[in-house]
C-alpha cells in the first residue's frame, strides 16, 4: 500500500497544538475521506481536516464531512487550527 501524502503544514500544526497542550492523533493513514488529525483540547473532541494554503476538499472528503453527524474543522493554517479547537470554528 502506497503511504498518503501528508499536506506540508500538519507537523507545523501539529507542534504547534502540542506545544499549548493538546493532544493530537495521525489519521491521515486512514483515507477514504477521514479527516487527518483527532485532537482533544479542554475536554473536547475536534476532527481537523488539513489542508494546504489555498486548497480544498477532494470528493471523498467532502462527501465524508456531509455524512458524519458533526462538523469536521477544515485547516489551513496554525492560527486556525487553534480556532478550531478554542473555539468550535470550522
Given at each position: 500500500m502506497t503511504p498518503r501524502r501528508v499536506d506540508a503544514n500538519q507537523?507545523?500544526?501539529v507542534?504547534?497544538?502540542?506545544?499549548?497542550?493538546?493532544?493530537?492523533q495521525d489519521l491521515h493513514d486512514v483515507g477514504r475521506g477521514v479527516p487527518d488529525l483527532l485532537v482533544a483540547y479542554a475536554g473536547r473532541?475536534?476532527?481537523?481536516?488539513?489542508?494546504?494554503?489555498?486548497a480544498r476538499l477532494n470528493s471523498r472528503e467532502a462527501l465524508w464531512h456531509r455524512l458524519w453527524p458533526i462538523p469536521v474543522a477544515v485547516v489551513h493554517s496554525v492560527d486556525e487550527a487553534i480556532?478550531?479547537?478554542?473555539?468550535?470554528g470550522s
Open positions: 507537523a507545523e500544526i507542534a504547534a497544538l502540542r506545544a499549548m497542550g493538546a493532544h493530537c473532541l475536534t476532527l481537523i481536516e488539513v489542508k494546504a494554503p489555498g480556532e478550531a479547537i478554542t473555539e468550535g
